[in-house]
């Protein structure tokens, strides 16, 4: 008897702490819920407890929360999967990451156009470690891959250097990559032929990964390219991501039609591919793509001594003249310099305005002068302006089209970078759907959520479900919008209210909370073994 006298305070106590206890750590009301499968919208509550979605729908009255949170007039959706990123570095410089988390976004891949860690064990690890605001799962890239067996050689890999290759992507594989990227038009990937390429695709495909890509051409040759990275996915028997979707070159406008009709009968073949697009008409990458593949063969100091060789300089300069004549530029003022570390106050400046600058002729053969001075002191990050608003919309109404921003985690003031690494997701539900009935709203959600989970087989995500991760984004539809310019682009988007990481607040009204609760999203079937 004395005995259960002395428990009875610590079992009272007990009781009551459990009866203090919250049925949930967040609660979401009032809410106009988009649950990202593309059906219409339903007002309801969703409760969040231990990082996961506890319940949806009319929840009861009375259960309780650590935090409420009023969503009357606001729209409840899962949180954004960018799926086509390009953050290795920046993470470590910025882990809180606002670009992405003022856009909505909570998870992203990166590892795209054939660059990545090669080890990604490695990486992977240092992530854990870090700790980012967001999500990051990553493909292996063809590359670094090919540079790590092969350095830059211009020629195809001997047996050996080929099952070398296939060896590493493997071993990223089982580390939990999601697949296998390749970037077609970048050094030194543009030496690969299309069975190398297979080759490894076969062996990320064994893991249940996909293949990415970075295409040879998006404009003159883009059917070429299409057909290429369709081989390679019905040899490989692999699902196909063809990157930032697009059509460069005012000569080719209007030819979307062509393109998007290629993917949808590879569809109807049985071939699992899909695509991604950011929403802009102005692309961005690397000022010495504008030169002749054979003249960036081998690095920097070849390119260099290429440039200043009077012969081949000659060369190269005649070869880019005749490719702009043929697109029936008479000047290059479509192409503007995001960051140029060798002389920054060319930062948002076009070549035209550069070659002005220089006190130059204004005319096509000194703009070309002008690349190659800029390309002889080291490459510099552009923008290039050359697509249809046409053809970006009529890519944008395809169902199995993700958005995908192609961006870094931007360091803020730096440079004057793409405007997409800001505004993404807001631009399509501002511009897109609220002001131009593009897409209607729950189809963009779907594109940004679902679609992305499932194609990159982000289990556990991409839904507004009990179990699933609770990445949820909170906004205003009536406001939301980017403002990032391509002349002002380090603006934050604005219109949303609230984003949850893992059933962490990370932004709240304006404001990043300090939480870095992102974890690594490995491929789980490339972790627990293959098919």
Known sequence: MAKWIFLLPTLLAGALTCKAQSDCDILIRNAKIIDGTGNSWYYGDVAVKEGKIFRTGNLPQNLTASRTIDARGLVVAPGFIDVHTHIEGDEFKVPTAESFIFDGVTSVI????????????????????????????????HNDVRKTVMGSSDRMPTAEEQQKMEALVEKAMQAGAVGFSTGLIYLPGLYAKTPEIAGMAKVAAKYGGLYATHMRNEGDAVEAAINEALTIGREANIP??????????????????ITLAMVEKARSEGLEVTIDQYP???SSTSLRTMLP?????????????????????????????????HRGLKHLDYAVVAYFRQDTTYNGKSITEINKLKGRKSNLAQEVQTILDMAVEGSAGMVFHGMSENDVKYIMQYPFNMFASDASIREFGVGVPHPRGYGTNARVLGKYVREEHVLRLEEAIRRMTSLPAQKFRLEGRGLLLPGYAADIVIFDPNTVKDLATYTAPHQLSVGFRYVLVNGQITMENGRHTGARNGVVLRHLLSVTGTK
């Open 110 to 141: 990166t590892g795209n156009c054939g660059s990545s860690n090669v080890d990604l064990a490695k990486y992977f690890y240092q992530l854990d470690s870090l700790k980012a605001s967001i999500n990051v799962g990553s493909l292996i890239g």
């Open 240 to 257: 196909v991501e063809i990157s930032h979707f697009k059509i460069g070159g005012k000569q080719n406008w209007g030819r979307s039609h």
């Open 280 to 282: 802009y008409t102005a």
């Open 293 to 325: 593949d054979w003249a960036i063969s081998g690095g920097n100091d070849s390119i260099r001594y290429r440039i200043q060789d009077p012969v081949l300089r000659k060369k190269i300069a005649a070869e880019m003249t005749g490719i702009y004549k």
